[in-house]
Protein backbone atom coordinates (compact mmCIF):
# COMPACT_ATOMS: atom_id res chain seq x y z
CA UNK A 1 0.00 0.00 0.00
CA UNK A 2 1.07 2.92 -0.78
CA UNK A 3 0.46 5.71 1.71
CA UNK A 4 -0.43 9.13 0.68
CA UNK A 5 1.40 12.33 1.94
CA UNK A 6 -0.38 13.80 4.87
CA UNK A 7 2.46 15.74 6.96
CA UNK A 8 0.41 18.03 8.99
CA UNK A 9 -2.47 17.37 10.75
CA UNK A 10 -5.01 20.26 12.49
CA UNK A 11 -5.80 19.87 15.92
CA UNK A 12 -8.83 21.87 17.77
CA UNK A 13 -7.53 23.14 20.98
CA UNK A 14 -9.81 25.63 22.47
CA UNK A 15 -13.74 27.13 22.03
CA UNK A 16 -15.09 30.14 23.30
CA UNK A 17 -16.24 33.45 22.63
CA UNK A 18 -12.84 35.19 23.63
CA UNK A 19 -9.76 33.46 23.40
CA UNK A 20 -6.62 35.29 25.18
CA UNK A 21 -3.50 34.17 23.81
CA UNK A 22 0.29 34.91 23.73
CA UNK A 23 3.28 34.70 21.01
CA UNK A 24 6.42 33.65 22.40
CA UNK A 25 8.22 35.00 18.78
CA UNK A 26 6.97 36.60 16.06
CA UNK A 27 4.50 35.42 14.27
CA UNK A 28 3.31 36.17 10.60
CA UNK A 29 -0.78 36.33 9.39
CA UNK A 30 -2.28 35.75 6.57
CA UNK A 31 -2.73 39.64 5.78
CA UNK A 32 1.29 39.78 6.23
CA UNK A 33 1.61 41.52 9.58
CA UNK A 34 3.74 40.43 11.88
CA UNK A 35 2.87 40.20 15.82
CA UNK A 36 4.06 38.85 19.35
CA UNK A 37 3.30 39.29 22.86
CA UNK A 38 0.16 39.30 24.40
CA UNK A 39 -3.00 38.89 22.22
CA UNK A 40 -6.79 38.44 22.07
CA UNK A 41 -9.43 37.23 19.30
CA UNK A 42 -13.37 37.16 19.73
CA UNK A 43 -15.80 36.34 17.99
CA UNK A 44 -17.60 39.89 16.74
CA UNK A 45 -20.53 40.23 14.05
CA UNK A 46 -19.77 36.35 13.11
CA UNK A 47 -16.09 36.86 12.52
CA UNK A 48 -12.95 36.87 14.17
CA UNK A 49 -11.83 39.88 15.19
CA UNK A 50 -8.43 40.65 15.98
CA UNK A 51 -5.97 43.83 16.05
CA UNK A 52 -9.25 45.56 15.57
CA UNK A 53 -10.18 44.07 11.82
CA UNK A 54 -12.87 40.97 10.88
CA UNK A 55 -11.19 38.31 9.49
CA UNK A 56 -13.15 35.30 8.14
CA UNK A 57 -10.91 33.04 9.22
CA UNK A 58 -6.80 34.18 9.97
CA UNK A 59 -3.57 32.16 10.21
CA UNK A 60 -0.58 33.21 12.63
CA UNK A 61 2.63 31.14 11.49
CA UNK A 62 5.94 31.24 13.19
CA UNK A 63 8.67 33.58 11.67
CA UNK A 64 11.47 30.98 13.10
CA UNK A 65 11.69 27.48 14.51
CA UNK A 66 11.54 28.46 18.03
CA UNK A 67 8.82 30.47 18.25
CA UNK A 68 6.06 28.78 20.17
CA UNK A 69 2.65 30.32 21.28
CA UNK A 70 0.64 29.75 24.69
CA UNK A 71 -3.25 29.86 24.65
CA UNK A 72 -4.81 30.63 28.21
CA UNK A 73 -7.46 28.73 30.00
CA UNK A 74 -7.90 25.30 28.09
CA UNK A 75 -10.56 22.87 29.40
CA UNK A 76 -8.58 20.01 29.84
CA UNK A 77 -10.51 16.34 31.45
CA UNK A 78 -13.97 17.90 29.70
CA UNK A 79 -16.82 16.03 31.65
CA UNK A 80 -14.58 14.19 33.79
CA UNK A 81 -14.74 14.38 37.16
CA UNK A 82 -10.77 16.14 37.19
CA UNK A 83 -11.80 18.48 34.67
CA UNK A 84 -9.52 21.59 34.76
CA UNK A 85 -8.28 24.58 33.17
CA UNK A 86 -4.47 25.44 32.28
CA UNK A 87 -2.48 27.56 30.25
CA UNK A 88 -0.72 25.35 27.04
CA UNK A 89 2.09 26.08 24.90
CA UNK A 90 1.93 24.61 21.16
CA UNK A 91 4.67 24.67 18.53
CA UNK A 92 3.02 25.08 14.69
CA UNK A 93 1.09 27.57 13.34
CA UNK A 94 -2.20 28.88 14.90
CA UNK A 95 -5.68 29.45 13.61
CA UNK A 96 -8.40 31.16 14.35
CA UNK A 97 -12.02 30.14 12.82
CA UNK A 98 -15.85 30.33 14.07
CA UNK A 99 -18.33 27.90 14.34
CA UNK A 100 -20.90 27.47 16.76
CA UNK A 101 -21.34 31.33 17.74
CA UNK A 102 -17.55 30.90 19.19
CA UNK A 103 -14.02 31.44 18.14
CA UNK A 104 -12.08 27.88 17.47
CA UNK A 105 -8.61 28.22 17.98
CA UNK A 106 -6.64 25.66 15.86
CA UNK A 107 -3.09 24.03 15.97
CA UNK A 108 -1.19 23.32 12.86
CA UNK A 109 1.42 20.81 13.60
CA UNK A 110 3.62 18.17 11.81
CA UNK A 111 2.50 14.42 12.64
CA UNK A 112 5.75 13.55 14.60
CA UNK A 113 5.58 16.20 16.31
CA UNK A 114 1.90 15.98 17.20
CA UNK A 115 2.75 12.68 18.24
CA UNK A 116 5.82 13.01 20.73
CA UNK A 117 3.50 15.65 22.39
CA UNK A 118 0.55 12.59 22.55
CA UNK A 119 2.81 10.47 24.53
CA UNK A 120 3.89 12.93 26.83
CA UNK A 121 0.29 13.79 27.50
CA UNK A 122 -1.14 10.31 27.68
CA UNK A 123 0.92 9.02 29.74
CA UNK A 124 4.77 10.18 31.99
CA UNK A 125 7.37 10.80 29.26
CA UNK A 126 9.29 9.22 31.77
CA UNK A 127 7.64 5.90 30.75
CA UNK A 128 10.02 3.12 29.58
CA UNK A 129 11.30 2.65 25.93
CA UNK A 130 9.05 -0.25 24.64
CA UNK A 131 6.10 1.25 26.31
CA UNK A 132 6.34 4.72 24.32
CA UNK A 133 7.09 2.68 21.45
CA UNK A 134 4.10 0.78 21.28
CA UNK A 135 2.08 4.16 21.92
CA UNK A 136 3.59 5.80 19.40
CA UNK A 137 2.64 3.04 16.90
CA UNK A 138 -1.28 3.24 18.15
CA UNK A 139 -1.42 6.72 18.14
CA UNK A 140 -0.01 7.15 14.80
CA UNK A 141 -2.32 4.11 13.49
CA UNK A 142 -5.29 6.12 15.35
CA UNK A 143 -4.59 8.89 13.68
CA UNK A 144 -3.72 8.27 10.41
CA UNK A 145 -6.52 6.04 9.68
CA UNK A 146 -9.57 7.66 8.79
CA UNK A 147 -7.97 8.82 6.04
CA UNK A 148 -7.25 5.66 3.76
CA UNK A 149 -10.69 4.81 4.96
CA UNK A 150 -13.48 4.89 2.04
CA UNK A 151 -15.97 2.82 2.81
CA UNK A 152 -17.37 0.54 5.93
CA UNK A 153 -20.39 -1.25 6.23
CA UNK A 154 -21.47 -3.33 9.72
CA UNK A 155 -23.04 -6.07 10.06
CA UNK A 156 -26.49 -5.01 10.19
CA UNK A 157 -25.88 -2.94 7.10
CA UNK A 158 -24.88 0.14 8.46
CA UNK A 159 -23.39 3.05 6.18
CA UNK A 160 -20.92 4.50 8.16
CA UNK A 161 -19.66 7.53 6.87
CA UNK A 162 -15.98 7.81 5.28
CA UNK A 163 -14.36 9.47 8.70
CA UNK A 164 -16.17 7.32 11.30
CA UNK A 165 -16.63 11.14 12.55
CA UNK A 166 -20.32 10.45 13.84
CA UNK A 167 -22.67 9.71 16.55
CA UNK A 168 -24.95 6.73 15.97
CA UNK A 169 -28.20 6.47 17.38
CA UNK A 170 -29.45 2.56 16.65
CA UNK A 171 -33.24 2.98 18.50
CA UNK A 172 -34.42 5.41 20.88
CA UNK A 173 -37.78 5.06 22.77
CA UNK A 174 -39.69 4.64 25.79
CA UNK A 175 -38.06 1.68 26.42
CA UNK A 176 -34.69 1.05 24.62
CA UNK A 177 -32.26 3.79 24.24
CA UNK A 178 -29.08 2.30 22.73
CA UNK A 179 -26.24 4.75 21.69
CA UNK A 180 -22.81 4.89 20.80
CA UNK A 181 -20.33 7.48 20.08
CA UNK A 182 -17.78 7.70 17.55
CA UNK A 183 -15.08 10.41 16.63
CA UNK A 184 -17.33 13.49 16.29
CA UNK A 185 -17.88 15.43 13.32
CA UNK A 186 -14.66 17.57 13.53
CA UNK A 187 -15.72 19.00 10.31
CA UNK A 188 -13.24 21.86 10.77
CA UNK A 189 -10.49 19.93 11.86
CA UNK A 190 -8.91 16.55 12.05
CA UNK A 191 -8.70 15.72 15.75
CA UNK A 192 -9.90 17.50 19.21
CA UNK A 193 -7.00 18.06 22.01
CA UNK A 194 -8.50 15.84 24.85
CA UNK A 195 -9.78 12.31 26.04
CA UNK A 196 -12.28 12.26 23.53
CA UNK A 197 -9.78 11.69 20.75
CA UNK A 198 -6.26 11.80 22.06
CA UNK A 199 -4.73 14.07 24.85
CA UNK A 200 -2.45 16.48 23.02
CA UNK A 201 -1.51 19.49 25.24
CA UNK A 202 1.41 20.87 22.71
CA UNK A 203 4.85 20.89 24.70
CA UNK A 204 2.98 21.97 27.73
CA UNK A 205 3.75 18.19 29.52
CA UNK A 206 7.93 18.08 29.31
CA UNK A 207 8.72 15.81 26.73
CA UNK A 208 12.20 14.00 27.00
CA UNK A 209 14.70 12.44 24.82
CA UNK A 210 13.22 9.18 25.41
CA UNK A 211 9.99 10.04 24.03
CA UNK A 212 11.73 11.90 20.92
CA UNK A 213 13.68 8.48 20.18
CA UNK A 214 10.87 6.52 20.53
CA UNK A 215 9.13 8.60 18.16
CA UNK A 216 11.87 8.42 16.02
CA UNK A 217 12.37 4.79 16.01
CA UNK A 218 9.08 3.88 14.86
CA UNK A 219 8.97 6.75 12.28
CA UNK A 220 6.01 6.18 10.08
CA UNK A 221 5.16 2.77 11.70
CA UNK A 222 1.67 1.14 12.71
CA UNK A 223 -0.70 -1.42 12.70
CA UNK A 224 -2.04 -3.21 9.06
CA UNK A 225 -4.95 -5.39 8.99
CA UNK A 226 -5.88 -7.01 5.54
CA UNK A 227 -3.89 -3.84 4.00
CA UNK A 228 -5.38 -1.37 6.04
CA UNK A 229 -4.51 1.16 8.42
CA UNK A 230 -5.77 -0.21 12.15
CA UNK A 231 -8.44 1.99 13.82
CA UNK A 232 -6.38 1.26 17.12
CA UNK A 233 -7.61 1.90 20.41
CA UNK A 234 -6.92 2.03 23.83
CA UNK A 235 -7.69 2.62 27.34
CA UNK A 236 -6.19 2.85 30.93
CA UNK A 237 -7.24 -0.34 32.26
CA UNK A 238 -9.10 -3.01 30.28
CA UNK A 239 -9.69 -5.01 34.02
CA UNK A 240 -8.36 -8.48 33.08
CA UNK A 241 -9.87 -8.99 29.52
CA UNK A 242 -10.03 -6.36 26.46
CA UNK A 243 -13.69 -5.48 25.15
CA UNK A 244 -14.81 -6.04 21.55
CA UNK A 245 -14.81 -2.98 19.33
CA UNK A 246 -18.55 -3.32 18.10
CA UNK A 247 -19.56 -3.46 21.58
CA UNK A 248 -18.56 0.12 22.75
CA UNK A 249 -18.80 1.25 18.81
CA UNK A 250 -20.08 0.95 15.65
CA UNK A 251 -21.42 -2.65 14.77
CA UNK A 252 -18.34 -3.38 12.89
CA UNK A 253 -16.27 -6.15 13.32
CA UNK A 254 -12.84 -5.62 13.67
CA UNK A 255 -10.71 -8.93 14.07
CA UNK A 256 -8.14 -7.12 15.64
CA UNK A 257 -10.26 -5.45 18.01
CA UNK A 258 -11.28 -9.16 19.47
CA UNK A 259 -11.16 -9.80 23.28
CA UNK A 260 -7.74 -11.11 24.67
CA UNK A 261 -6.59 -12.20 28.01
CA UNK A 262 -4.47 -9.63 29.70
CA UNK A 263 -1.71 -12.15 31.24
CA UNK A 264 0.20 -14.89 29.16
CA UNK A 265 -2.72 -17.51 30.08
CA UNK A 266 -6.35 -17.13 32.09
CA UNK A 267 -6.12 -16.91 35.39
CA UNK A 268 -6.72 -20.66 37.40
CA UNK A 269 -10.65 -20.79 38.94
CA UNK A 270 -12.28 -18.65 36.48
CA UNK A 271 -14.47 -19.47 33.70
CA UNK A 272 -13.83 -15.86 31.43
CA UNK A 273 -17.32 -16.53 29.61
CA UNK A 274 -17.84 -13.00 30.74
CA UNK A 275 -21.05 -12.68 28.67
CA UNK A 276 -23.13 -15.61 31.16
CA UNK A 277 -24.02 -13.36 34.10
CA UNK A 278 -22.54 -15.49 37.18
CA UNK A 279 -19.07 -15.69 35.62
CA UNK A 280 -18.86 -12.07 35.32
CA UNK A 281 -20.24 -11.48 38.73
CA UNK A 282 -17.75 -13.77 39.79
CA UNK A 283 -14.66 -12.10 38.13
CA UNK A 284 -15.33 -9.06 38.86
CA UNK A 285 -15.93 -9.11 42.74
CA UNK A 286 -12.53 -11.00 42.84
CA UNK A 287 -9.24 -9.51 41.61
CA UNK A 288 -7.84 -12.36 38.86
CA UNK A 289 -4.28 -11.64 38.14
CA UNK A 290 -3.90 -9.84 34.68
CA UNK A 291 -1.02 -7.60 33.47
CA UNK A 292 -2.99 -4.46 34.36
CA UNK A 293 -3.11 -5.56 37.71
CA UNK A 294 -0.91 -3.42 39.54
CA UNK A 295 -0.32 -1.34 42.50
CA UNK A 296 3.33 -0.85 41.80
CA UNK A 297 3.62 3.01 42.14
CA UNK A 298 6.77 3.52 40.08
CA UNK A 299 4.95 2.11 37.04
CA UNK A 300 1.29 3.35 37.01
CA UNK A 301 3.24 6.48 37.16
CA UNK A 302 4.43 5.60 33.89
CA UNK A 303 0.51 5.54 32.22
CA UNK A 304 -1.12 7.90 35.09
CA UNK A 305 -0.23 11.99 34.85
CA UNK A 306 -0.82 13.80 38.30
CA UNK A 307 -4.40 14.23 38.17
CA UNK A 308 -5.35 10.75 36.70
CA UNK A 309 -3.42 9.48 39.90
CA UNK A 310 -6.27 11.33 41.76
CA UNK A 311 -7.90 7.63 40.98
CA UNK A 312 -7.43 5.21 42.50
CA UNK A 313 -8.49 1.41 43.14
CA UNK A 314 -9.28 1.31 38.90
CA UNK A 315 -8.44 -2.58 38.56
CA UNK A 316 -11.30 -3.08 41.04
CA UNK A 317 -13.36 -0.20 42.35
CA UNK A 318 -16.70 0.60 44.35
CA UNK A 319 -19.01 3.53 44.09
CA UNK A 320 -22.21 3.84 46.58
CA UNK A 321 -25.05 5.70 46.26
CA UNK A 322 -27.98 6.38 48.51
CA UNK A 323 -31.16 6.36 46.77
CA UNK A 324 -32.43 9.95 46.56
CA UNK A 325 -28.28 9.95 44.85
CA UNK A 326 -28.90 7.38 42.22
CA UNK A 327 -32.89 8.77 41.32
CA UNK A 328 -31.88 12.03 41.07
CA UNK A 329 -28.39 11.75 39.11
CA UNK A 330 -29.83 9.09 36.63
CA UNK A 331 -32.94 11.69 35.74
CA UNK A 332 -30.80 14.65 35.25
CA UNK A 333 -28.22 12.27 33.36
CA UNK A 334 -30.97 11.12 31.29
CA UNK A 335 -34.25 13.45 31.31
CA UNK A 336 -36.32 10.76 32.36
CA UNK A 337 -38.00 10.62 35.43
CA UNK A 338 -37.78 6.99 36.88
CA UNK A 339 -39.29 8.05 40.21
CA UNK A 340 -37.67 5.73 42.78
CA UNK A 341 -34.76 3.56 41.38
CA UNK A 342 -36.12 -0.49 42.10
CA UNK A 343 -33.14 -2.31 40.17
CA UNK A 344 -30.01 -1.69 37.67
CA UNK A 345 -29.94 -5.58 35.57
CA UNK A 346 -27.74 -6.35 33.28
CA UNK A 347 -29.18 -7.02 29.83
CA UNK A 348 -26.07 -8.35 27.74
CA UNK A 349 -22.61 -8.12 28.50
CA UNK A 350 -19.17 -7.81 26.16
CA UNK A 351 -16.78 -10.56 26.47
CA UNK A 352 -14.83 -8.06 29.05
CA UNK A 353 -17.84 -8.08 31.36
CA UNK A 354 -19.08 -4.61 30.37
CA UNK A 355 -22.59 -4.17 30.47
CA UNK A 356 -23.77 -3.00 26.56
CA UNK A 357 -27.28 -2.86 27.90
CA UNK A 358 -28.78 -2.27 31.29
CA UNK A 359 -32.47 -2.26 32.14
CA UNK A 360 -33.04 0.58 34.90
CA UNK A 361 -36.26 -0.29 36.18
CA UNK A 362 -38.06 2.69 38.38
CA UNK A 363 -41.25 3.14 40.02
CA UNK A 364 -42.59 5.61 37.40
CA UNK A 365 -40.80 4.57 33.81
CA UNK A 366 -38.21 1.28 32.84
CA UNK A 367 -35.78 1.91 30.27
CA UNK A 368 -32.96 -0.15 28.69
CA UNK A 369 -29.98 2.21 27.89
CA UNK A 370 -26.55 1.71 25.99
CA UNK A 371 -23.77 0.92 24.96
CA UNK A 372 -21.32 1.49 27.37
CA UNK A 373 -20.36 5.27 27.20
CA UNK A 374 -24.09 5.97 27.40
CA UNK A 375 -24.42 3.43 31.14
CA UNK A 376 -21.33 4.89 32.44
CA UNK A 377 -22.72 8.61 31.59
CA UNK A 378 -26.00 7.67 33.12
CA UNK A 379 -24.61 6.43 36.31
CA UNK A 380 -22.03 9.13 37.28
CA UNK A 381 -21.96 13.04 37.11
CA UNK A 382 -19.02 12.54 34.73
CA UNK A 383 -18.21 9.02 33.42
CA UNK A 384 -18.49 6.06 35.61
CA UNK A 385 -15.32 4.52 35.37
CA UNK A 386 -16.19 1.51 33.37
CA UNK A 387 -19.54 -0.60 32.49
CA UNK A 388 -18.28 -3.61 33.66
CA UNK A 389 -20.15 -3.72 37.36
CA UNK A 390 -22.22 -5.55 39.59
CA UNK A 391 -24.97 -3.84 40.92
CA UNK A 392 -26.01 -4.37 45.15
CA UNK A 393 -28.89 -3.46 46.80
CA UNK A 394 -29.28 -2.98 50.33
CA UNK A 395 -31.95 -1.56 52.93
CA UNK A 396 -34.57 -2.52 51.02
CA UNK A 397 -38.40 -1.47 51.86
CA UNK A 398 -41.17 -1.89 50.09
CA UNK A 399 -39.29 -2.81 47.42
CA UNK A 400 -37.82 0.30 47.15
CA UNK A 401 -33.85 0.28 47.98
CA UNK A 402 -32.43 2.88 49.94
CA UNK A 403 -28.60 2.15 48.97
CA UNK A 404 -26.90 0.82 46.04
CA UNK A 405 -22.80 -0.11 45.25
CA UNK A 406 -21.53 -0.66 42.24
CA UNK A 407 -18.57 -2.99 42.34
CA UNK A 408 -16.67 -2.65 39.25
CA UNK A 409 -13.59 -3.53 37.03
CA UNK A 410 -11.24 -1.27 34.94
CA UNK A 411 -11.12 2.20 33.89
CA UNK A 412 -12.28 3.16 30.49
CA UNK A 413 -13.85 0.72 27.36
CA UNK A 414 -11.08 -1.31 27.84
CA UNK A 415 -10.73 -2.01 23.71
CA UNK A 416 -7.15 -2.57 22.37
CA UNK A 417 -4.26 -1.81 24.19
CA UNK A 418 -4.66 -1.64 28.11
CA UNK A 419 -2.14 0.97 29.14
CA UNK A 420 -1.47 -0.26 32.58
CA UNK A 421 -1.32 -3.65 31.46
CA UNK A 422 1.29 -2.38 28.53
CA UNK A 423 3.32 -0.61 31.25
CA UNK A 424 3.90 -3.96 33.27
CA UNK A 425 4.66 -5.94 30.18
CA UNK A 426 7.63 -3.25 29.49
CA UNK A 427 8.91 -3.23 32.50
CA UNK A 428 8.97 -7.29 32.09
CA UNK A 429 10.80 -6.59 29.44
CA UNK A 430 8.62 -7.38 26.52
CA UNK A 431 9.72 -5.48 23.00
CA UNK A 432 7.07 -2.82 21.69
CA UNK A 433 6.74 -5.49 18.98
CA UNK A 434 5.39 -8.16 21.44
CA UNK A 435 2.99 -5.95 23.10
CA UNK A 436 1.07 -4.58 20.27
CA UNK A 437 1.08 -8.34 18.95
CA UNK A 438 -0.59 -9.10 22.56
CA UNK A 439 -3.29 -6.31 22.43
CA UNK A 440 -3.65 -6.32 18.55
CA UNK A 441 -4.30 -10.10 17.18
CA UNK A 442 -3.36 -10.49 13.99
CA UNK A 443 -2.23 -7.29 12.88
CA UNK A 444 0.89 -6.51 11.22
CA UNK A 445 3.16 -3.57 12.25
CA UNK A 446 4.36 -1.58 9.15
CA UNK A 447 6.39 1.62 8.07
CA UNK A 448 3.84 3.53 5.45
CA UNK A 449 6.13 6.28 5.17
Known amino acids: ?19 KFVLNGDFTSTNGATYSGKQKAKIKE ?127 SNFKHIKWYERDAHINFDVCADDHCQRYQGITKASTLAVETAIEATRGEVLMYADRICDARFSKSCGGITEAFENCWAPVHHPYLSPIIDNVEAPAGFDIELTTEDNAITW ?25 QETTDFY ?69 YSSAFVADKYDVVDNIPHRFTLSGAGWGHGVGLCQIGAAVMGEKGYSYKKILQHYFKGAELKKVY
Open 46 to 172: GTVFFNDEHFEEITLNPATNDASFDLIDVVIGINFHWERKENQRFKGSLKFITEAKKLTAINIIQVEDYLTSVISSEMSATASEELLKAHAVISRSWLLCPIQRQEVRGEHGIQLPTTDYQLQTLQT
Open 1 to 19: MEFMNYESIQVGILSNRTI
Open 316 to 384: RWKVEYTQAQLAELIARKSEIDFGDIIDLIPIKRGESGRIIELKIIGTKETVTVGKELEIRKWLSETHL
Open 284 to 308: IRKSPAAFCNTTDKSILAQVLNNYD
